[in-house]
């Protein structure tokens, strides 16, 4: 995508654009610490049109959890499958900063990132309604509980929910 124009707009530097807007929105004092997606040794499975990818989240040189990451290369669409953050970085931002590297990773790619549809924790559930307050995401379906303390819900982050205009 990378120099695309159309009508007379580079999708790069529009798409770059409104990912500064999530940082301004979701960070503005950019006191969230650094999350960088590096691919596991596990890498990459693919089935069909879906690709799983696991990834170490690294600060600096230190590992500070794992996760993957699903894509439907047909529909565009990516999905966290689950963010694990070591328990001595739990509580100091990494899950919403990593939320936001995904988030950059998937819009870079051409992807919306979306909620998979069951088993969200509390944890989850409060970034995803943070960035849905923040007009990063859009609410398809507001978080309920299930029968196991875990939430279920749907939310949206594509070019078009990011709430404020980029010419």
Do not use: C
């Amino acid at each position: 995508m990378d120099g695309f124009k159309a009508e007379g707009i580079n999708v790069s530097e529009k798409i770059e654009a409104k990912i500064g807007v999530i940082r301004e929105q979701i960070d503005p004092n950019r006191t969230l610490p650094e999350v960088k997606l590096q691919i596991s040794p596990e890498n990459v499975a693919t089935l069909g049109t879906l690709v799983h990818t696991k990834y170490d989240l690294k600060n600096g040189d230190n590992k500070v959890g794992e996760m993957s990451i699903n894509t439907d290369k047909i529909n565009h669409v990516s999905w966290i499958y689950p963010i694990n953050i070591e328990d001595n970085y739990q509580g100091k931002g990494f899950g919403l900063a990593t939320h936001v590297a995904v988030i950059e990773k998937s819009l870079r790619e051409g992807n919306s990132l979306k909620t998979h549809d069951w088993s969200h924790t509390e944890g989850s559930k409060h970034i995803w309604e943070t960035l849905a307050q923040k007009g990063v995401a859009k609410t398809i379906e507001p978080f309920k509980t299930d029968d196991n303390g875990k939430y279920i819900g749907e939310y949206e982050v594509t070019l078009d929910s990011i709430n404020k205009k980029i010419n």
